[in-house]
């Protein structure tokens, strides 16, 4: 692979890096309703207020990397909302537009047909480049992210555990305490028997799951927990692609369910439907899950 691809992979992959610090889902999963417009003793801001902040500055550093009539805001309030979400405004909305806009900038990252390091068309300097506009993405997310696992803390809000927060998308219902264990045909190919039980740490590769999982009920992700060993799914990863930027996993043993993940977004019925094309072409190619 060479240096370019090296250094767009890389960027992609930071913008939710979930290695040195907490992650995007974890920091939100399970924040409860009614603490989420409160501002704890010693704090400065609400944890409504840290994501919506949040949102807004990605969505203006996105829209000044795309926008060629890009406008910057007349003041630096425009990016802060009130203590608690107005009656149009909703934690789930603000969350799902930062992964949508989290994803559009990830494409940018990736995009060969961009120079990472030429000046954005609407740029008022010479370092104003797209690397440079992705790289502020990512160390703005990862300080408002410290601050709202604070607030978290100080709202007795805050479950201590595993960095990552794990999910599993399919359309068998489950409830909490349930095992989800290896043995069931898998989704692709052929459907062979599968030896191992799939896990993510992101929510849109756990969307995909739920998706294209086979059966008629409706697509459903959980949070899991592995009851034993997991590694690297080989099929997303070191086989296939560099790294693990899907943050995709597997386990020969069982996955319980701690939880189910409500208000999830689907993907385009255009960006589905691309999906599903490519997997009925690798299953007519007879290529299989990786198994071994």
Known sequence: MDADRQVRELLARQLDWGEAHVGFDRALAGFADHLQGVVPVGSAHSGWQLLEHMRRAQADILDFCVNPDYVSPASLDEYWPAVAPSADESWDAAAAAFEDDLTALKRLALDESLDLFARVPTATSETQ???RALILVTDHNAYHLGQ???VRRALGEWREGPSELFYHGTRVDLKPGDLIE???RSNYGTRKQASHVY????????????ELAVGDGPGRI????PTGPIEDDPNLTDKKFPGNPTRSYRTREALRVTGEVTGWR????EELKAMKDNLERLKKLGVEAIED
């Open 222 to 225: 959980y949070t899991v927990e």
């Open 182 to 184: 290896p043995g069931f």
């Open 266 to 269: 689907g993907h385009s019925p």
């Open 199 to 210: 896990l993510t740490a992101t929510l849109d590769a756990a969307t995909w799951g739920a």
């Open 148 to 150: 709202l696992v604070s």
């Open 129 to 131: 480049t797209l690397a």
